[in-house]
């Protein structure tokens, strides 16, 4: 993935569930506003890619946090549950 977009941002992998997410993860990000014209092109990469992982694209909108990781959300594999109970909607 880092060959195919070098413009992303990559983190370090989380070894412990973290925020929202309820199994460890690792995240990448599109770097800047700019780049949400690549959205299709990694989903499509992703959707290829994934074999056996689950994965969550999501926006950075104006919707908030809540609308992102939900009907914003873009899954592939196993969609997860996210722990957003208490978040605003």
Not at 33 to 49: K, S, T
Not at 56 to 65: A, N, Q, Y
């Amino acid at each position: 993935m880092k060959q195919q977009f070098p413009w992303m941002r990559f983190y370090e992998p989380n070894d412990v569930p973290i925020g929202p997410h309820p199994l460890p993860m690792w995240e990448a990000d599109f770097a800047s506003y700019d780049n949400r014209v690549f959205w299709g092109e990694v989903c499509d990469f992703i959707n290829e890619e994934h074999e056996d992982l689950s994965v969550l694209v999501h926006p950075h909108s104006f919707d908030g946090d809540y609308a992102d990781h939900t009907k914003n959300a873009f899954w592939v594999g196993d969609v997860l549950e996210l722990r957003i109970q208490g978040w605003k909607r």
